[in-house]
């Protein structure tokens, strides 16, 4: 079974820096795309950022690009987040993710994930 722990969320005002971590566990780690979803209340999960197995392709979100850099340690079986110049709307649960049908391309869809963290809470303030 794999486990996908996060870590790293917090307050941070706006402009500020942020970079969380994902340590995952339980199946080979490099065989993986990873991503990150965020979620605010009443609002359907959405896609943040997504790395393939090796690094060698990331995908974002338009509302992210130019501002986060998703990146993976495959010795450390960590993903991380970097978040620069975060602005308010940026405050969400951010979630790891972990998909284990397709090593090479990442999907942007909820469903297409297999398993997920529990989440670090991240708050973007004035």
């Known amino acids: 079974q794999v486990q996908l722990v996060e870590s790293g969320g917090g307050l941070v005002q706006a402009g500020g820096s942020l970079k969380v971590s994902c340590a995952a566990s339980?199946?080979?780690?490099?065989?993986?795309?990873m991503a990150w979803f965020r979620q605010t209340p009443g609002k359907e999960r959405e896609f943040v950022a997504g790395i393939n197995f090796d690094g060698g392709a990331t995908s974002y979100a338009e509302s992210v690009k130019g501002r986060f850099t998703i990146s993976r340690d495959n010795a450390k079986n960590t993903v991380y987040l970097q978040m620069n110049s975060l602005k308010p709307e940026d405050t969400a649960v951010y979630y790891c993710a972990q998909d284990r049908h397709n090593p090479v391309l990442i999907k942007t869809v909820v469903d297409e994930y297999d398993y997920w963290g529990q989440g670090t809470q991240i708050r973007v303030s004035l």
């Open positions: 339980g199946r080979p780690f490099n065989q993986a795309t």
